[in-house]
C-alpha cells in the first residue's frame, strides 16, 4: 500500500490542489465569483474605455498607458488575491492526544465504596491556561478539537474547522481565513482592489467628458454613445463602498494592532488590548516583519504517531483506622499468614508423630490414641481450610481452591494413610 501524504490524511476542512502546493478553504468556489467580479469589469474597461482613450492625449500613444495600467494593476490585485487564499493562513496542526504534562491528580475527591468513604484521586484537566503577555496576564483556552492549548490570539475557524494563529476571520470572498502568515497580503488586495476601483471609475468619468467635448452635447448624450462607462461608473461606486469600507477598518485594526474577532470581543467584553505597541510599531509589525514559515508540511509523507499508554493511576490505600473501621483488608492478610502458619505446624507434628511411633513400635507399646490425634489433626485441618476457602469467596465470588492447598491436603491424607497401615503390621 502506498504512503500516503500529510494533506491526503488533512482532518480539516481544507481543500488542496497540485498535490498539496496550494490549499483552500472548503468554499474555495466563491474564489471564482471573485475572480469573475474583477476581471470582467477590466475587460470591458479596456475594450470600450481604455481603447478609445489612447490617442487622447498630446503625445503620440501615451494613451496606451491607459491600457497597460489598467492590465498590469489587475494582475497585480489577481496575484494577491491568489496569495491571500492558496496559502496556509496560519494553522497549528492538531494533537493526536491531550497533551499529557497539563494533566493534574486531584485526591481530595471521596469516593463512596462498599459504603465506606475512600479518597480516590480523580483526573483532572483544565480549560483555561493563564500567559504572560507584555507583562499582563491573559486566558487562554483549551480547543477540544486540535486537543491544545490556544497561543494568545488564535482561534478556531468553525469552517475549516482549524486552529489559526493571530485568526482575524474567515472571509468568504477569498474562500480562506485570515490569519497571521496571509493577513499582510489580504489587505494589500482589498487596498488594490480599492485603487482599481477609483481608477477605473476615473477614466470612465473622463472618458465621459471627452464625449461632451467631441460633440457639444450635454451628459446625457454623451452617457448615451458610451454606456459601458456609465455602468462601470456605478460598477466602481458600489463596490468602493465595500472595499474602500473594508480598507479604512483594516487601516483602523493595523493601527491599534487588532484583529477583527478581537475588536468585536473587546467591545463586548470591555478588554484592553494588551498587544498594541503604538500605531509606528503596529504597521511595522504587519508590513514589515518577515511571514513565519507554516507549521505544517503538507506534502511530507505521513507517519501515523503510536499511541502512548497512560500513566497508571495508583491510589493509596488508606489504613483501616482511616477508612472508618473497615478491617475486611486486614483479616484477609490473617487469613492468608494464618494458612501458612497451618502448613507449616501440619509439616512438623507429622515429622515429629512418625518418629515417636517408629520408637513406640520397636519397643512394642502400640496405642492406639496416636491414630485418634491423628485423625483429629487431619479433620481439623480441612475445617480451617474451609474457612480459608470462604475467605477466599468472599474476595473472588467463586468457590476455586488453590491448586497448592489440594496437594497440601492430599499429601497429608497419604501420610496418614501410610502411618495408620504400618500401625496395623
Not at 53 to 77: D, K
Not at 144 to 154: A, D
Not at 165 to 192: A, K, T
Given at each position: 500500500?502506498?504512503?500516503?501524504?500529510?494533506?491526503?490524511?488533512?482532518?480539516?476542512?481544507?481543500?488542496?490542489?497540485?498535490?498539496?502546493?496550494?490549499?483552500?478553504?472548503?468554499?474555495?468556489?466563491?474564489?471564482?465569483?471573485?475572480?469573475?467580479?474583477?476581471?470582467?469589469?477590466?475587460?470591458?474597461?479596456?475594450?470600450?474605455?481604455?481603447?478609445?482613450?489612447?490617442?487622447?492625449?498630446?503625445?503620440?500613444?501615451?494613451?496606451?498607458?491607459?491600457?497597460?495600467?489598467?492590465?498590469?494593476?489587475?494582475?497585480?490585485?489577481?496575484?494577491?488575491?491568489?496569495?491571500?487564499?492558496?496559502?496556509?493562513?496560519?494553522?497549528?496542526?492538531?494533537?493526536?492526544?491531550?497533551?499529557?504534562?497539563?494533566?493534574?491528580?486531584?485526591?481530595?475527591?471521596?469516593?463512596?465504596?462498599?459504603?465506606?468513604?475512600?479518597?480516590?484521586?480523580?483526573?483532572?484537566?483544565?480549560?483555561?491556561?493563564?500567559?504572560?503577555?507584555?507583562?499582563?496576564?491573559?486566558?487562554?483556552?483549551?480547543?477540544?478539537?486540535?486537543?491544545?492549548?490556544?497561543?494568545?490570539?488564535?482561534?478556531?475557524?468553525?469552517?475549516?474547522?482549524?486552529?489559526?494563529?493571530?485568526?482575524?476571520?474567515?472571509?468568504?470572498?477569498?474562500?480562506?481565513?485570515?490569519?497571521?502568515?496571509?493577513?499582510?497580503?489580504?489587505?494589500?488586495?482589498?487596498?488594490?482592489?480599492?485603487?482599481?476601483?477609483?481608477?477605473?471609475?476615473?477614466?470612465?468619468?473622463?472618458?465621459?467628458?471627452?464625449?461632451?467635448?467631441?460633440?457639444?452635447?450635454?451628459?446625457?448624450?454623451?452617457?448615451?454613445?458610451?454606456?459601458?462607462?456609465?455602468?462601470?461608473?456605478?460598477?466602481?461606486?458600489?463596490?468602493?463602498?465595500?472595499?474602500?469600507?473594508?480598507?479604512?477598518?483594516?487601516?483602523?485594526?493595523?493601527?491599534?494592532?487588532?484583529?477583527?474577532?478581537?475588536?468585536?470581543?473587546?467591545?463586548?467584553?470591555?478588554?484592553?488590548?494588551?498587544?498594541?505597541?503604538?500605531?509606528?510599531?503596529?504597521?511595522?509589525?504587519?508590513?514589515?516583519?518577515?511571514?513565519?514559515?507554516?507549521?505544517?508540511?503538507?506534502?511530507?509523507?505521513?507517519?501515523?504517531?503510536?499511541?502512548?499508554?497512560?500513566?497508571?493511576?495508583?491510589?493509596?490505600?488508606?489504613?483501616?483506622?482511616?477508612?472508618?473501621?473497615?478491617?475486611?483488608?486486614?483479616?484477609e492478610d490473617d487469613l492468608d499468614i494464618g494458612e501458612d502458619l497451618l502448613k507449616i505446624s501440619q509439616r512438623r507434628n507429622i515429622e515429629e508423630l512418625d518418629e515417636d511411633i517408629r520408637s513406640r513400635g520397636s519397643n512394642g507399646q502400640p496405642h492406639t490414641s496416636e491414630p485418634d490425634s491423628i485423625m483429629s489433626s487431619d479433620h481439623r485441618a480441612p475445617t480451617i481450610r474451609s474457612d480459608a476457602r470462604h475467605s477466599s469467596w468472599e474476595r473472588s465470588g467463586s468457590w476455586e481452591i488453590a491448586q497448592e492447598v489440594l496437594a497440601?491436603?492430599?499429601?497429608?491424607?497419604?501420610?496418614?494413610?501410610?502411618?495408620?497401615?504400618?500401625?496395623?503390621?
Open positions: 500500500m502506498a504512503a500516503k501524504r500529510v494533506y491526503q490524511v488533512w482532518k480539516g476542512s481544507n481543500k488542496f490542489i497540485f498535490g498539496g502546493r496550494l490549499i483552500f478553504g472548503p468554499d474555495a468556489r466563491s474564489l471564482l465569483v471573485t475572480l469573475l467580479l474583477i476581471i470582467v469589469p477590466v475587460i470591458i474597461f479596456c475594450v470600450f474605455v481604455a481603447w478609445h482613450l489612447r490617442h487622447e492625449f498630446s503625445s503620440y500613444n501615451s494613451g496606451y498607458a491607459i491600457l497597460a495600467v489598467a492590465i498590469l494593476f489587475t494582475i497585480h490585485v489577481l496575484v494577491l488575491l491568489c496569495l491571500t487564499s492558496s496559502r496556509d493562513p496560519g494553522i497549528i496542526p492538531r494533537n493526536s492526544h491531550p497533551p499529557e504534562e497539563e494533566f493534574r491528580y486531584d485526591s481530595s475527591v471521596s469516593v463512596d465504596v462498599g459504603g465506606v468513604g475512600r479518597q480516590t484521586p480523580s483526573l483532572q484537566f483544565p480549560r483555561t491556561k493563564d500567559v504572560m503577555v507584555n507583562g499582563v496576564t491573559i486566558r487562554v483556552k483549551y480547543c477540544e478539537t486540535c486537543m491544545l492549548y490556544r497561543p494568545p490570539r488564535c482561534s478556531h475557524c468553525s469552517i475549516c474547522n482549524n486552529c489559526v494563529e493571530r485568526f482575524d476571520h474567515h472571509c468568504p470572498w477569498v474562500g480562506q481565513c485570515i490569519g497571521l502568515r496571509n493577513y499582510r497580503y489580504f489587505f494589500m488586495f482589498v487596498s488594490s482592489a480599492t485603487l482599481l476601483c477609483i481608477y477605473v471609475f476615473s477614466l470612465s468619468a473622463f472618458y465621459i467628458k471627452v464625449l461632451m467635448d467631441d460633440y457639444d452635447g450635454t451628459v446625457w448624450k454623451a452617457m448615451k454613445e458610451s454606456p459601458a462607462s456609465v455602468i462601470l461608473m456605478a460598477y466602481c461606486f458600489i463596490s468602493l463602498w465595500f472595499v474602500g469600507g473594508l480598507t479604512g477598518f483594516h487601516l483602523y485594526l493595523i493601527g491599534t494592532n487588532q484583529t477583527t474577532y478581537e475588536n468585536f470581543r473587546y467591545r463586548a467584553d470591555g478588554r484592553i488590548n494588551v498587544f498594541n505597541r503604538g500605531c509606528l510599531n503596529n504597521f511595522l509589525e504587519v508590513f514589515c516583519t518577515k511571514v513565519k514559515p507554516s507549521r505544517n508540511n503538507f506534502r511530507a509523507f505521513f507517519q501515523e504517531e503510536v499511541q502512548r499508554p497512560m500513566a497508571p493511576v495508583i491510589a493509596r490505600e488508606r489504613e483501616p483506622d482511616e477508612l472508618g473501621g473497615d478491617r475486611r483488608p486486614k483479616v497440601n491436603s492430599n499429601i497429608t491424607e497419604s501420610r496418614n494413610y501410610v502411618t495408620s497401615k504400618e500401625m496395623r503390621q
